[in-house]
């Protein structure tokens, strides 16, 4: 965590940091789907070329399941490689002690995260 209960934190902050394998398989899937697609447009095999763009859009669909911003998938594009450790950031306002908000739970080992939204 890069912050503690009552700190002042601003609009898109890095909370924390996670590691999630689950998210960087999704992004070599993505990485693959585009590399092979690039390698399959020319193909003369009828649905080839389309099929490639198919596997682009489910596994790009699926790194927004994951919350992954249009900037990050962009960073994926143009590093081609997977961000194995994904900041959070921060929405909207200050967090007070207690507070209940919509959140999404990360676990791992015993221990939790939450990404707030």
Known sequence: MRIAT???IAKGQPLFTIYSPDLVASEREYLLAKKSAA???????????????????????????????????AKLDDTGEPITELDCLFSSRRLHHGEKRTAKYVRTAGHQAVHNR
């Open 39 to 73: 390698a399959l447009q020319q193909s003369a095999v009828s649905g080839v070329a389309d099929g490639a763009a198919s596997l682009i859009t489910a596994a790009k669909a699926r790194l927004q399941q994951f919350d992954i911003s249009e900037s990050e998938i």
């Open 6 to 8: 009552g700190d002042f």
